[in-house]
């Protein structure tokens, strides 16, 4: 079930100043935390193919570029660190899916109840550090070059879960870009949104997720902080039935990879 580890120093052929986060592509379940899932390992293969974000570090990241990719190391089944910590600030605890979850994504459910010591094991185990990492991570942009841009890297099903508020006829966009009210300017949403129409992909904003992470440190408080979601339909790259890559895999990553310095190119310049 596992696919990756820990957090890499490498990313495309961005700028220095942009941080490439992560969070959904790992299949990761550690073996002492197994035991909590009430699935059987097939149930538990099929879950990790609905929810991982599969491929995202491939699709967005490379081996020689300056950006710096803060990758979760688990995955989303077992914390997840693009939810608010607290569970009274996580919209989507009351679905059962707060940053640790409780139900699958047909919300039946996930694992068995936790203690709270369990919780708090499991956030200071995976959650914390993660958060810690991208803290750095973002300050050390600031310090060295007096911005910063986080990309937060996602892809999503073809066909809305359970869980998801999207009907699942509903037909979704290829480019799903994500916003923050403080911290995406006009110019970084139309930046991004030009770049991918222009490579013939249809693009929502906000649709069907919404949002863009930035540390809890500089949330709503530093402007020098800039956030923007890419969040690309499983359909493009990947069989969704298996979550193998398709064919064209590397030609698709390398067109996301060029749309994402086009917009950064443009928005800032």
Partial sequence: MERNASDEVCGSSLPPWVVMHIPHDSTSIPPEVR??????????????NRMTDHLTHAMFATRNGD?????????????????????????????????????????????????????????????????????????AAVEQHGQCLVLDCHSFPS????????????????????????????????AFTH?????????????????ALVPASRHLRDHRVRAVMVEVNRRLYMHEEDATPKPDFDDIAARIRACCGKAITDAFS
């Fill in 35 to 48: 035991p909590q899932f009430l699935l059987t390992d097939a149930a538990l293969v099929a879950e990790l």
């Fill in 67 to 139: 950006a710096v990719v803060v990758r979760a190391p688990v995955s989303r089944l077992v914390v997840d660190v693009e939810r608010f910590a607290n569970d009274e600030d996580e919209p989507m605890a009351s679905r059962g899916m707060g940053a640790i979850y409780s139900v699958t994504s047909s919300l039946a459910p996930l694992r068995r109840p936790l203690s709270d010591d369990e919780r708090v094991s499991l956030m200071n185990a995976w959650y914390h550090p993660h958060h810690e990492r991208l803290e750095l991570a973002v300050a």
């Fill in 159 to 190: 066909r809305a879960l359970p869980y998801e508020q999207d009907e699942a006829s509903l037909h979704r966009p290829d480019i799903c870009i994500g916003t923050d009210a403080f911290h995406t300017t006009d110019a970084l949403v139309d």
């Fill in 195 to 211: 770049a991918f129409s222009e490579a013939g992909w249809t693009v929502g904003i906000n649709q069907p997720f919404s949002g």
